[in-house]
Nanobody, 119 residues
């Protein structure tokens, strides 16, 4: 069984930084892309950033505004999200997801890690 395990969430003040990490455990799989999503209370889940495994091209949601950086580790199935200049509106549960080669969408999800930004 494959799992994604996130770490690095926490409670910070506006303007602070956090680094989220996500690593796969269990059976290895071929990765097409990895991404970070988030879901705030009462809101739908939205994508934050994604990265293609081959080539490393990235995508960021408009609200990131250059504050976040997604990266990957090729030697293992792992991804990171460096978040700088955090705002209270970034408060949410952040989820790591992986899209396996051949899958039409992100098909492996982590359990989520809470990020709380106080003003």
């Amino acid at each position: 069984q494959v799992q994604l395990v996130e770490s690095g969430g926490g409670m910070v003040q506006a303007g602070d930084s956090l680094r989220l990490s996500c690593a796969a455990s269990g059976r290895a799989f071929s990765t097409y892309a990895m991404a970070w999503f988030r879901q705030a209370p009462g809101k739908e889940r939205e994508i934050v950033a994604s990265i293609r495994w081959s080539g490393g091209s990235t995508y960021y949601a408009d609200f990131v505004e250059g504050r976040f950086t997604i990266s990957r580790e090729l030697r293992k199935i792992a991804a990171h999200l460096q978040m700088n200049s955090l705002k209270p509106e970034d408060t949410a549960v952040y989820y790591c997801a992986a899209q396996r080669i051949g899958a039409r969408e992100y098909d492996i999800w982590g359990q989520g890690t809470q990020v709380t930004v106080s003003s």
